[in-house]
């Protein structure tokens, strides 16, 4: 492993906040392992985005949810690309539906790719971060997991169950120099609201729209930033005033 090298790893940074996130990683100095799970052509565009904005990184294409699969792909870049100092959990899928609509598989996929797969990410790179006693972990959580929407009982679940994990995780580890918070976005202008009716969602929304990415991504680099340091287990809200 390369000692002289520190590096942040995003989730799901091909597009959307994970883009948005590992840009401002970049920006701030650090090399960035961009985590995707199937499009190539959009991973290499935050690649590409990473370098134009004069910073570095590299491409990991694995499936969080895989927990083999993940572990594999983790042990390498490890090895090949030094001191994971900053994690940055924002893989997740949605798959709206009534509850009684919701097939097995809908439920299962995003309970999977959001909570097993934060357990699947988190812990091989946290033992990294016990044995050198620092580091900073931020979990993409959403105002679904503060609040109850229709149609969302297993993105809220995965959601509410991602807070939870990061305030007993912070608990366990902030002896040790490491720090967990997460933010918690309202409806980002993401391909995840393409087909929401926003015209009937901006009437609860103080602010009267929705958020651009990069928003979410600048509380994250300061909750991976110095200027956080006595900030742990914490959930900041992003989300116009929403909740």
């Not at 309970?111 to 972990?137: C, D, E, Y």
Request: glycine share 10%; net charge positive; charged share 20%.
């Amino acid at each position: 492993m390369s000692e002289s090298k520190v590096s942040a790893l995003v989730t799901g940074g091909s597009r959307g906040i994970g883009r948005a996130v590992a840009l401002e990683l970049a920006r701030s100095g650090r090399f960035v392992i961009i985590n995707y799970l199937a499009n190539d052509t959009a991973a290499e565009e935050s690649l590409r985005a990473v370098r134009d904005a004069g910073g570095d990184g590299v491409l990991a294409r694995f499936d969080v949810s895989d927990r083999e699969a993940t572990a594999a792909a983790l042990d390498a870049l490890l090895r090949d690309h030094g001191f994971v100092e900053v994690l940055v959990n924002n893989a997740g899928i949605a798959r709206d539906g009534l509850f009684l609509m919701l097939k097995p598989e809908e439920w299962d996929s995003v309970i999977a790719t959001t909570l097993h797969g934060f357990f699947n990410v988190t812990r091989p790179v946290l033992k990294q971060m016990v044995v050198r006693r620092r580091g900073s972990i931020v979990n993409v959580s959403s105002v679904s997991g503060q609040i109850s929407n229709r149609g969302q009982s297993n993105y809220s679940a995965a959601k509410a169950g991602l807070i939870a994990a990061t305030r007993a995780l912070a608990l366990e580890v902030g002896r040790l120099g490491i720090r967990v918070n997460a933010v918690a976005p309202g409806l980002v202008d993401t391909d995840m609201i393409k087909n929401v009716r926003l015209e009937m969602v901006l009437k609860s929304i103080p602010m009267q729209r929705v958020a651009r990415p990069e928003e979410i991504a600048r509380v994250v680099r300061f909750l991976c930033s110095d200027d956080a340091s006595y900030m742990t287990g914490q959930v900041v809200a992003v989300n116009g005033g929403l909740a």
